[in-house]
């Protein structure tokens, strides 16, 4: 449960920083500063998905660990 309430609170600025940017497009063009929103962006994104990325690895590896077994045997 700890980890929804970390993704959903990740989602949540990701959404914000969005948000804030398409509210703001000319400035932030004019700035120059769309490359900046685009980097905080994607870290915030990939903070949801290394989870997923490290489930997805488990599973494989378990799925490996049991075909072991059952043609060692």
Known sequence: ER???VHNKIIQE?????????S???TVRQLGKDK?????YNALI???Q???KTIVA????SGIRH?????AV
């Open 3 to 5: 980890n929804t309430i």
């Open 50 to 52: 290394l989870p997923t």
């Open 14 to 22: 990701a959404t914000t920083l969005t948000v804030e940017c398409i």
């Open 36 to 40: 900046d929103f685009s980097n905080q």
């Open 46 to 48: 990939d903070q949801t």
């Open 67 to 71: 075909s072991i077994g059952r043609f």
């Open 24 to 26: 703001n497009i000319r």
């Open 58 to 61: 488990l599973g494989f590896l």
